[in-house]
């Protein structure tokens, strides 16, 4: 089969950087994504492109959808560790973590994910089919025909589930496949982040991002959002410089109603667990905007064998959901759009059947994905159990790095990969 047709349920990140490469190498392609207007979903805070989502990208997208995403990334600052105190332990610049040799495909960025999403939008609107939520599908011969909740149906030779952490297509497919609580909750908001407000935070909070390592409980992760470009067509509530900041701690330490309760209580319950940390941190979280301060249960997916290939297969968050705490959920699912774009084309040039192409993908997509989810539930779960030993022998370690140049430049190379 040269001749096919697919069809991707959810129009996330991954997806659509898939619809694109396939676009791209004549694949018909479809997009049914449930929200009605592309300002209908204006959820999400900053987050960071590594390496292999950079290159993913750049594969999928036009020439033209490449330089959009360029435009829109924020100015690097580089990463640093802090104390409750605002003390620095290490700081890594931009140019330790990202050589200037490298190409731009190879590079670390910081992206709002409301102007990604809005940049992969662009060019797919006539193959795009908002207001279309999934309910359903059925395989019948060599078709998949999907079932949304209007009535209406689709059908095509390949169906791909890109509908995110709670899937409906991975809910058919793989009844088993699970996601977890991690025992960790997370509290993140934006910080609008004016000139004047830029001059009275530290530099450190103002210019980069930074994991803070406290003596106490609970672990605080803050990055910058600044525009490198002033858009006049993006929605409003994106317009503005912001510092992200997110508290994380374990569950049983948060009140029982904690997901009930709003945004400024929600910056009270923060405020009320960091009483010895710097006042730069209680600015930080007191003056935001409550709007943007969620409260979550931190989740991650179970891992899963490799189950019999057929018509229909998985992307992203829909099989491999991961914590935030790697800051790789988004690039995996980037390189599971590039690997099945390429994937796809091999099929389409006739170089392999279409169902054992499926099987090769979803075999190495587990086998990396999983790896991910794995290192991001670690992450999560220091977050939230670490010991007031452990956090003291990481700032030793983090102090000694910053004074011996050898340690330092391999944490930078670290970071960079």
Request: aromatic residues 6%; glycine residues 8%.
């Amino acid at each position: 089969m040269t001749d096919f047709s697919v069809m991707i349920i959810g129009g996330g990140i991954g997806g659509l950087a898939l619809a694109h490469g396939l676009r791209r190498a004549g694949i018909p392609t479809s997009v049914y994504e449930r929200t009605h207007h592309r300002n209908d979903w204006l959820q999400g805070y900053r987050i960071h492109i590594n390496p292999a989502g950079a290159a993913a990208l750049r594969a999928c997208l036009p020439p033209a959808g490449w330089q959009a995403f360029l435009d829109t990334v924020s100015p690097g600052g580089g990463f640093g560790f802090l104390t409750d105190r605002c003390t620095e332990l290490l700081a890594m610049t931009d140019v330790e973590i990202n050589p200037s040799s490298d190409a731009p495909e190879n590079r670390h960025y910081a992206v709002s994910r409301i102007r990604l999403r809005d940049t992969l939008l662009a060019g797919l609107e006539d193959i795009l089919h908002p207001g279309k939520t999934f309910t359903r599908y059925d395989v019948a011969g060599n078709r998949v025909i999907a079932h949304f909740a209007d009535g209406t149906t689709a059908t095509a030779d390949l169906l791909i589930g890109a509908d995110g952490a709670n899937s409906r297509v991975r809910r058919q497919l793989l009844p088993h496949a699970h996601r977890i609580d991690t025992g960790a909750v997370a509290i993140a908001g934006k910080y609008e982040l004016t000139p004047e407000r830029e001059k009275t935070l530290p530099a450190a909070l103002a210019t980069r991002a930074n994991l803070v390592v406290p003596r106490s409980r609970g672990s605080l992760f803050t990055a910058v959002w600044k525009q490198s470009h002033q858009p006049t067509d993006r929605p409003l509530n994106d317009l503005t410089d912001y510092v992200l900041w997110g508290f994380t701690d374990a569950a049983d330490r948060f009140p029982p109603d904690l997901q009930d309760l709003d945004g400024r209580a929600l910056q009270r319950t923060v405020i009320e667990r960091i009483p010895g940390w710097s006042p730069a941190f209680h600015r930080l979280i007191a003056e935001s905007d409550p709007d943007t301060v969620n409260a979550f249960n931190v989740k991650s997916a179970t891992p899963v064998n490799p189950w019999p290939s057929g018509r229909v297969t998985l992307l992203g968050d829909a099989i491999h959901n991961m914590t935030p705490m790697a800051g790789i959920g988004a690039n995996t699912a980037l390189r599971d759009a590039d690997l099945l774009r390429r994937t796809l084309m091999a099929v389409h040039a006739g170089e392999m059947p279409l169902i054992p192409a499926i099987s090769k993908y979803e075999r190495e997509m587990i086998d990396y994905g999983f790896a991910a989810v794995k290192k991001s539930l670690r992450n999560a779960r220091s977050a939230a159990q670490s010991t007031r030993a452990t956090r003291t022998a990481l700032r030793v370690m983090l102090r000694l790095a910053a004074a011996t140049p050898p340690l330092h430049r391999a944490m930078a190379r670290q970071l960079g990969n």
